[in-house]
């Protein structure tokens, strides 16, 4: 079979990828592939086990259409100094003019008017002077938040609308490699995900990796296979912090999301405040292997009486060490492993009294955990020390900016590690060494969240409508 595009994965950066295809009236034959089914088949049985069943042959929260970001708090960051390092590839001024045109695709099918945090008040001014004299930068970044069940909905509209426009999605489908010869890249093989039977190969001239955090670990495998210019990338360790929203109350209603970052000593490692759910619910993702990953989501209608919010440590490796990927797998199996397999979730207070925290302590305190099977245990024993040492010393800094923030019933939920892949090396138009293979959105290593990677894919859809 012979297309003219063939995009691997579903994620904001290939749907966008299409949908700006065909908004210029390409008249190019697209095909996407996708390892999970369609948004409007995608379920999780936590809804009404409680427990996670560990799905087969995926987890239905990071795998399907749209990728993990139809079951995340669905924030769009509109600022270019928020989500990854694609300004460094294209410039801040494009990066910006290009977040706008996305934004607007979003309103157009159905995302909220409302923007958080835009204003310049006191309250903003307070909040910065606190966290300057805590040694911590506040980034501005307006939010648009769809929410949850909001972005299922945007979601199923963008789906329909490519599928309508004649764009073909193969779902249930897994590409096992890439057909590259002579340095050229000629299509993709692919079976179904769940027989992993009968092969087959189909053609274009080209092909966009768009896998997504999901996908990093195969596209590194594809690095090494093929020779696809690459470096080792970032690998973010952390935690999910979870406490009471009347401790948040002033940020959340003056920011909606706090995206704050430190240095801390003694390594001054990049430590960063990410993903803040005002009223959220801690969530867990499952990634190969039956790896648990904790993850937090924002309802637009259904609340909690919490706020939730990552802390993430920044490590980058030098030579001779490449596998940052694996050393985050690592760290979260190990956490894993203490859990029996779930969320392991532990009190800031029990930490610095050098002790584990055990169930009933849990059931004991204000901040009632939102995340039903977390197993109450101790992070310290998995956590490398190196990062550990970094959370714990930004949350002491948090507590000028939010006074209460390092109360001793603050809970920790852990291992929250973010998959960036291996940067590949790509030029302005995304393409790397390999003549007709483009790399986009968190797979790519550029991009980081669902604005910027949809950014990527609607540069991409422009490039390709450039092409003769």
């Known amino acids: 079979m012979m297309y003219d595009v063939i995009i691997v994965g579903a994620g904001p950066s290939g749907i966008f ?22 948004i409007d088949k995608r379920r999780c049985p936590k809804e009404k086990t409680k427990v996670c069943v560990s799905c087969k042959p995926y987890c239905h929260i990071t795998t399907g259409f749209s990728g993990a970001g139809a079951f995340s708090d ?21 990066a910006q003019e290009y977040i706008n045109y996305t934004d607007k695709i979003y309103l157009e099918f159905g995302a909220d008017t409302k923007i958080e945090g835009i204003e310049n008040n006191e309250e903003i001014k307070e909040i910065r002077r606190n966290a300057i004299q805590a040694g911590l930068k506040l980034v501005d970044c307006p939010i648009r938040h769809l929410g949850t069940e909001k972005a299922q909905e945007i979601y199923l509209k963008i789906q329909n609308y490519l599928l309508d426009a004649g764009v073909n999605i193969k779902f249930d489908t897994v590409v096992t490699d890439l057909v590259i010869e002579d340095g050229i890249a000629k299509g993709v093989k692919l079976v179904d995900a769940s027989t992993k039977t009968e092969e087959e190969t189909i053609y274009a001239p080209t ?33 999910r912090v979870e406490i009471r929203n009347e401790i948040m109350e002033k940020v959340n209603t003056v920011l909606y999301e706090s995206k704050l970052i430190g240095y801390p000593q003694p ?24 790896l648990a990953i904790v993850n937090g989501h924002s309802y ?10 990552a802390i993430l440590s920044s490590h980058n490796f030098a030579e001779p060490f490449d596998q940052s990927i694996e050393y985050g797998k690592q760290v979260a199996q190990l956490v894993n492993m203490l859990g029996n397999g779930r969320i392991l979730v532990q009190r800031y207070g029990d930490i610095l009294d050098g002790k584990r925290t055990w169930q009933h302590e849990l059931d004991q305190t204000n ?20 990062p550990m040492l970094n959370i714990l010393n930004f949350i002491q800094a948090m507590n000028t900016v939010v006074p209460g923030f390092a109360g001793r019933e603050t809970l920790l939920y852990g291992p929250e590690i973010k998959f960036y892949s291996n940067k590949i090396n790509i030029n302005d138009k995304f393409e790397s060494n390999i003549k007709g293979l483009y790399c986009l959105g968190d797979s790519s290593g550029w991009t980081r969240g669902l604005m ?16 003769k």
């Open 207 to 239: 092909v966009i990796v768009a896998t997504g955090r999901k996908g990093a670990d195969w596209l590194k495998d594809m690095c090494t296979a093929h020779e696809i210019s690459h470096r080792s990338g970032t690998v973010d360790i952390g935690v």
């Open 74 to 94: 669905g924030k769009l960051s509109l600022s270019y100094e928020v989500g990854g390092d694609l300004p460094n590839l294209i410039g801040s001024h494009k």
């Open 300 to 309: 637009k209608e259904k609340k909690s009486d919490n706020t939730n919010l």
């Open 367 to 386: 901040v009632k955990y939102t995340l039903p099977d977390a197993v109450a245990g101790d992070l310290t024993s998995a956590i490398p020390y190196r």
């Open 267 to 290: 390594f001054n490692d990049k430590v960063r405040t990410f993903c803040q759910n005002p009223g959220g619910f801690v969530s867990q993702e499952n990634y190969d292997n039956n």
């Open 17 to 38: 990828t299409a949908l700006e295809l065909v908004r210029q009236k390409s008249n190019k034959k697209i095909l996407i592939i996708e390892e999970g089914r369609s």
């Open 452 to 467: 910027m990677a949809s950014v990527m894919g609607v540069l991409m859809g422009k490039v390709l409508c450039e092409e």
